[in-house]
């Protein structure tokens, strides 16, 4: 099995479009996924994937770390409803104002049992639940939950737009949290457009200079689709629309992946 | 008297190892300080010292990936951890140890086998 961590230093990279379609490519291929929400802080997954969920939610991801379910329970299996090749099964968070002001209240003591939770539950996705894939779309930026994720992945992929902000909040979480966690970590820069400067007013070339600066390759340039933009977050575009080049540009970051 | 010359020879290379020792027991000691250093700092504001990833990232390498690799097992032998790692047995067993006196690790003698493994304590109920 192999884990992959979707992360970016700030919101609205993208992330959560990249993971559930990713997730969905990955199951299209035949694989078995399990895509799991540990953005607790604002949860969203839950409202992408309502459609394909039966019935209500009983166990959400929050209630594993809080140990009143055991990992078996924590996920849904939505493959019927998108008829996918392979199995897709999603842990969700809990969206209720309650919860995520329970997440963020959270003691050390907590999160050093919550680490070890989620190995055991990867553990299990491995040798129980014969899943291939384990995605995990994170919380923005240096959160106890998402450094959790990292920690407990084989391939950390950060999702960055093309400014400069951006390319300095990367940098500095590679300096402070990836590199020390010694992941293979690769970068998508992802809502690109032809006139993205890295640095302002230089002309050079957008990857190469971003791979200079942060020292991680960049495996994928996505285009700002604007129908992407705006199509409903609940209609996945890689069931709804498998030969949009976004989903093509995920199919190849899926190969990249496959390959590290 | 050449018998002489060769045991002063052989007394100087003697002097010279042992100056080489003193050296790296000096790089210990220093070593072990800073350490204690940070596991202080880290743990300031808790009664017990906790072994979160966010504490972990202050840790020296060698000392986090023992830590890392202990997280996938409920109790690992210090050859267990080697497998994860890389590194030698010895190693392991020594950067276990070290997490032990560091109170992130706890260890159990089972028979003549030692265990390792982490067990976070809740003691705020949040």
């Not at chain 1, 996920?75 to 099964?89: M, T």
């Not at chain 1, 992945?153 to 300096?175: A, E, P, R």
């Not at chain 1, 575009?237 to 989903?247: E, G, S, T, W």
């Amino acid at each position: 099995m192999k884990t992959i961590s979707i992360h970016s230093s700030r919101g609205g990279t993208g992330k959560t479009e990249i993971a559930t379609n990713l997730a969905c490519v990955l199951a299209s291929r035949g694989f078995n996924v399990a895509l799991l929400d540990v953005d607790f802080r604002a949860p969203s997954m839950v409202i992408i994937f309502s459609k394909a969920l039966n019935s209500p939610v009983k166990y959400w991801l929050n209630d594993f770390l809080n140990g009143r379910c055991k990992e078996v329970q924590v996920l849904i299996d939505i493959s019927n409803y998108y008829n996918l090749k392979g199995k897709l099964q999603v842990g969700l968070a809990n969206p209720s104002v309650e919860a995520i002001q329970n997440m963020m209240l959270k003691s050390q003591a907590w999160e050093a049992v919550a680490v070890k939770k989620l190995f055991s539950l990867l553990s299990s996705l491995n040798s129980d639940m014969g899943i291939d894939y384990c995605i995990f779309d994170t919380s923005p930026g240096v959160q106890y939950s998402s450094v959790n994720a990292l920690a407990c992945s084989d391939v950390c992929v950060i999702v960055m737009n093309s400014d400069l902000v951006d390319l300095i909040g990367t940098k500095n979480m590679l300096k402070d949290i990836f590199d020390i966690l010694d992941k293979k970590t690769v970068i998508i820069l992802n809502k690109f457009s032809p006139e993205n400067r890295i640095i302002p007013n230089e002309e050079n070339d957008l990857v190469s200079k971003t791979e200079e600066i942060l020292k991680h390759p960049v495996i994928s340039k996505i285009p700002c689709y604007c129908d992407v933009l705006q199509a409903e977050r609940m209609a996945l575009l890689a069931i709804q629309q498998p030969d949009h080049p976004f989903i093509k540009k995920l199919e190849e970051v899926a190969d990249k992946i496959d390959g590290l | 008297m050449e018998e002489q010359s060769s045991l002063v020879e052989t007394l100087a290379k003697v002097v010279e190892q042992l100056k080489l020792v003193n050296d790296k027991l000096d790089l210990i000691v220093k070593s072990n300080t800073e350490l204690i250093q940070i596991f202080e700092t880290s743990n300031e504001s808790s009664s017990h010292p906790q072994a979160d990833v966010m504490t972990l990232l202050k840790l020296p390498a060698s000392l986090r990936r023992t830590a890392m690799a202990l997280y996938k097992f409920q109790r690992a032998t210090a050859d267990d951890i080697a497998k994860v790692t890389g590194n030698l047995r010895a190693v392991e067993s020594s950067f276990a140890n070290q997490l032990v006196r560091m109170g992130y690790v706890k260890k159990k003698r089972e028979g003549r086998t030692m265990y390792f493994s982490i067990e976070p304590e809740l003691e705020a109920k949040k």
